[in-house]
Structure formats: structure tokens, C-alpha cells
């Protein structure tokens, strides 16, 4: 059975054996595929069934008239494998028809062929043959909004915030972008993992994000509705105070029920015409996407949040079950479309101020790499998932054991017969009121490591997708956006994905930490700062890394082994951490940088600024001289992940309203004070 297995397996992109981190060959054992076959469709539970499925497969694909999805680059389509007799035709996205031989607008069309046995159509999608990047060098800053509070949060940092740190950092600092953690709406319930990058949805964000008060209905509260809203903002004063006295860690869940408390009241408050008919508006133009969002929303309020514990009618939402429990349940769905309308206005007014401040880009949206599967776009998008399957990452020298994200991936076969629709949808959302979109773990647009439900990480196997058509639906939507496109490709990388990328005109992530000569895994001394690529955001640090303040004082190794965290013995740890810390200071004494009358952080960022790359970035809490990291990687319990402030050296939280005072904020703006200034010259 093995090698019709195999065959079996290669055929539908599985992965039979894969090479790791070291170079080692390894094979894949049968019952890995097995399961991750079962997942795509394909039963190859015995010998006599995975024949049965490499004939069908076989056989299938000799009769296809057409790919369930055709991706063009230019504008020309290649020529088609078609019989003699056929004919094809385009039938274009905005109406009309077109030869399939001439050049052909970008957009999502449909491609008609006609033959003596039959027809056949298929999505056309013809994307840009390469996005534009930026022409200028740009700067900003990269934040987790819920650390940055400000003294009119409720407890985490809002769209209210953001708009102000846009707008002050535009205008005050000459920065052009502020990149931003994933805003993507949470599951509901008890929050175990606070981490947004395991979201419920990607195609809506969170309305724990509104500025409740920015809402116009707000100032319109009377009677019970205004008594229930002032009670929830002298909570969420308490709450925020507490937090930036350094009281209390952020709390998600809390902050979540008052808003809600508060968002039902300002609800009932009647929208007036012109707002009514936006609503209207916004809810024609979201359709079917926000229909299932807002029901798996309301349902999830009456069964809990495990969609695939409800009752069994109602886990498929084409079913008749769900449909009369959204009748039913009708003015609760309206409630969630309308929180969705009021947090895309919030994120629209934030992106508005961040252009009106003179910011070259605007926001960055982050695009986590996947979602929790019990949440929204799991139920919804149940036929382009694939079901007992984790996300994850073979093991390596930095996680041994390998990793389980605990996220369902998508079906190769699932996307391509949806027309790449749902991954459109989500993209979409997330380039919609951005100037630029990262792409977390841009890898997995090639191929995601699959891990069976139950399995040890060390079980599973990679699983390829057609790269060809999610390149081109990233660069389809990013292009109707008018945005740029940052895909994060740190870590192992599969051979040629970053040539692809860059190709493509997809920026990529280059963090300080990991830029050696002969690769982070050689380490050779540092990169010299003229041998960084040009096509990418540069970066000191980032959220899943120690704070550059630690990393230079060792105090990062030191918090690792209070945790219990270490492998190794801790001297050594810490020996190996200081080798690091000096050679990087050795590079930039020899490149003049030190000694550096505003310290060794604002150094580190010039160095940046000697590198050619198009992009720099500055993590906020670098600017404040925070020493806790916003994340540990591979714990949960042990550190606060993901609920601290922005704080400055000695752990005091740092509201917005006193950024601008912060001496290491203006001296880490000056270092880049001279990329506006020669653009706005040139």
C-alpha cells in the first residue's frame, strides 16, 4: 500500500517526506497521510481505497476541461490545453465579452469554453504582473493597540487611541505609518488566550476596539439607556486607571462585557437618514459575509461559542435549522451587523486621520495566519477548511518539539472550487482601510505544515497550495486597494518562496535580531547594513521578541529563567546572549555609530537607517524603554501575554497623552526626521 499511498498523497500536494531546519531528510509516516487525505476528501484508509482514489483522481483529472480556477499575470492568458473543437470566451467582471486571445483588464472575470461533449466555466482571475512598492524610504511605528491606552480608554487601547497616535506621530513626528497587531474579531466567552493572533474572524474586527463614545448616537442616550452607559464608563475609568497605575494587567474580558453593556443602549437610539442609509449601504455591500458573522454571533450568544457543540442542525449555516433561528433571532443579528458598521467606520476615521496627518502609508493591518475553530469563519467557511487538521511548524533547533497553532488550514481543493472567494473576502477586509497589509507567516501562502487532531506536532506534514493563484489573489485585492503588501517570511523559509515574493513586488520582514552574515543559522558576524535587502520592513525587534532594553542589558535570559523557561544551563544562556548583544555593538562602533549621545537604542535604529531598506519600523515600547516583552512564545500561564501597558524603563505604564514628552521618542524620530524632509524636497 505504501507506495500507492505515497503517489496518492503527492498527488494531492502532501508532502511524503520533508527536509528540516538541519538538513535531515524525513519521511512521513503512512498514517500521517493517511489522516491529512481523510481531511482533503480522499478515503485512504486501506490499500483497495487509496487505488480506488488514485484511479478516480487520475481519471478526473483526464476528463477536466478547464482547472476549478484560472490565475493569469499581465493581463494575456497562456494558451489553454483544450480539445481542437472548443471555443472560449471571457465574460468580464463589469460586463461585456471578450476573446480569450487579447489582453484582458484585471479583475475577476468568468471563463466560458464550449465543446462537442460539453461546456465548462471557471473563475478568471487576471492580477498585476507585479504590485508597486514604495518609491520613498518610510518610518513608523509598530504598535499592539490594547497597550496603548490613553486616559479616555476603557481599559485597552481603542480606535480612539489610534487615531490619535496617527494623527500626533504624523504630524509631530514625520512618520508615515503606524503597524498595527491583528484587530480580528475574538471568540466570545472566557478569554484563556488573549492572543490576537488566534481570532474567531478575520473577515470583521473586534468591537472591543470602538471608541464607544465617538459613536453619534452616544451623545443622543436618554432615560435607562444614558443610566446604563454612564455606569459602564465609571467602571471602565476604574479599570483604565488601575491598569495605568500599574495595578492591574489589561483585561480583556472585562472590557469587553462594559462596552457591550454600553453598545446595546447606544443601539436603541434611532439612526437618522443619512446614517440609516449608510448602514443599508454597508450592509448591501457586505452581503452574505456579514449575514454569517452576525448570525454565528448571535447563535454563539445563545449556545456558547463551540459551534460544533450546538445542536446538530444548526452547525451548517446553509442549513434550515440556522436560517429560522435567524429569523428568530433577528434583532440580535441586526445588533452585530451593526457593531460591525460602527468599529469600520472607527477603523475608516483612523486611516483618515492618519492621510490627513501627511503619512505616507497610513496603517499597516496585520493578517493573522489563521483562525480558532470554533469561531465564526470556521462555521461559515466550513467547505474551504479542512477539518481535524491544525496549523503548525515541523520541529527545529528553536522549538524541538515542533508547534500546534491550534488552527484549522485551508483546503487546497476547498479554496480552489470557491474560486479563492473566501480568502479574497478576508483579504479584502484587511487592505480596506490600510495604506499596507503584512501577511503573518507569508510561507503559508506556498505550503502549511498540517497537524492531526490528538497528534504531536512531530506528526504531521506540509501541505502544498497553488501559490501561483494566492499570490494572485493577494496582489488582486492589494491592487484594488491601492496598497502595499508586507509578507512576514522570518524563520526557515522554503528555497525560492522570498525570489517569488520579491518578484511579485510583496515587501519582506527583516528584524535585526536574525540579519547575520551566512544566515541567522550561520551566524558569521552581523549583516553589514549595505547587504540588507531594499524590498522590506526593517525592524530591531519585534512583539514575540525581548524589548530591545533587555535584550541589551541580558535581563531577557534572566526572565526566561525565573520562568523556568532555559534548556540550557543559565550562564550559558546568558553568555551566548552577551556574545550576540557585543558583536552587534562591535558593528555599529565600527561603523561610527558609537558612542551615541542618545544611548545605544537610538544607535541600533540608526543603523537601520544605513540599511536600504524601503521601510523602517520602531516598536513602540522601544520608544518608552519598556524591558517586559508584549510575548513569550510557547507559554500561556507563566507571563502576562499579551496585557501589559506600554511602559517605560522601571515597568510604569505610559499613557498616549505622554508620549510626546518622552525624551528616547524624540530622539529616535530625529534619527528619521530626514526621510520626510527629503521626500517633501524632492
Known sequence: MTGILRELARAHGIATAYTTDRGQRVAVAPDTLVAVLAACGVDAATGTAARAALAAHRERAA??????????????????????????????????????????????????????????????LVVPERLPVPAERHWGFLVQLYSVLSERSWGMGDLGDLAELASWSGRALGADFVQLGPLHAVEPGPLPD????????????????????????????????????????????????GVLRGDLLIDR????????????????????????????????????????????????????????????????????????????????????RWLAWVTDEQLAAAQAAAVDAGMGIGLIHDLAVGVAPEGADAWALQESLATGMSVGAPPDDFNPHGQDWGQPPWRPDGLAAAGYRPLAGLLRAGLRHAGALRVDHAMGLFRLWWVPEGRAPSEGTYVRYDAEAMLGVLMLEAHRAGAAVIGEDLGTVEAGVRRLLDERGILGTS?????????????????????????????????????????????????????????????????????????????????????????????????????PARLLGVWLPDATGDRRPQNIPGTSTVHPNWRLPVSDGQGRPVPLEDLPGRPLVAALSRVFADLRRHRENS
Open 63 to 124: 476528463a477536466r476541461l478547464l482547472p476549478a480556477c484560472v490565475v493569469v499575470r499581465g493581463g494575456v492568458v497562456p494558451p489553454l490545453a483544450l480539445p481542437g473543437n472548443a471555443t472560449a470566451e471571457v465574460e468580464l467582471e463589469g460586463g461585456g465579452r471578450a476573446a480569450l486571445s487579447g489582453p484582458l483588464p484585471t479583475g475577476r472575470h468568468t471563463l466560458h469554453v464550449s465543446a462537442p461533449g460539453g461546456g465548462r466555466r471557471a473563475p478568471l
Open 194 to 241: 488573549p492572543s490576537p493572533y488566534r481570532p474567531g474572524s478575520r473577515r470583521y474586527p473586534d468591537p472591543m476596539h470602538l471608541r464607544v463614545e465617538a459613536i453619534p448616537e452616544y451623545a443622543y442616550l436618554t432615560g435607562e439607556g444614558r443610566r446604563t452607559a454612564d455606569r459602564c464608563v465609571t467602571r471602565a475609568r476604574a479599570l483604565n486607571e
Open 253 to 336: 474580558e472585562t472590557v469587553r462585557f462594559l462596552k457591550h453593556e454600553a453598545l446595546r443602549a447606544v443601539h436603541q437610539v434611532p439612526l437618522p437618514p443619512g446614517r440609516a442609509a449608510a448602514f443599508a449601504e454597508f450592509t448591501a455591500r457586505e452581503g452574505g459575509d456579514l449575514t454569517d458573522f452576525a448570525t454565528w454571533c448571535a447563535l454563539a450568544g445563545v449556545h456558547g461559542g463551540a459551534w460544533r457543540s450546538w445542536p446538530a442542525g444548526l452547525r451548517d449555516p446553509r442549513s434550515p435549522a440556522v436560517a429560522r433561528a435567524r429569523e428568530e433571532l433577528a434583532a440580535e443579528v441586526d445588533f452585530h
Open 511 to 611: 528584524v535585526q535580531r536574525f540579519e547575520y552574515l551566512g544566515g541567522s543559522e550561520g551566524r558569521q558576524g552581523p549583516l553589514p547594513p549595505e547587504q540588507w535587502r531594499r524590498d522590506c520592513l526593517a525592524t530591531v525587534t519585534t512583539h514575540d521578541l525581548p524589548t530591545t532594553a533587555a535584550w541589551l542589558s541580558g535581563e531577557h535570559v534572566e526572565l526566561r529563567a525565573r520562568l523556568g523557561l532555559l534548556t540550557r544551563p543559565e550562564a550559558e544562556e546568558k553568555s551566548e546572549a552577551a556574545a550576540e548583544r557585543d558583536g552587534w555593538l562591535a558593528e555599529l562602533e565600527r561603523l561610527g555609530l558609537l558612542p551615541d549621545p542618545d544611548g545605544d537604542v537610538v544607535a541600533l535604529h540608526r543603523f537601520l537607517c544605513r540599511t
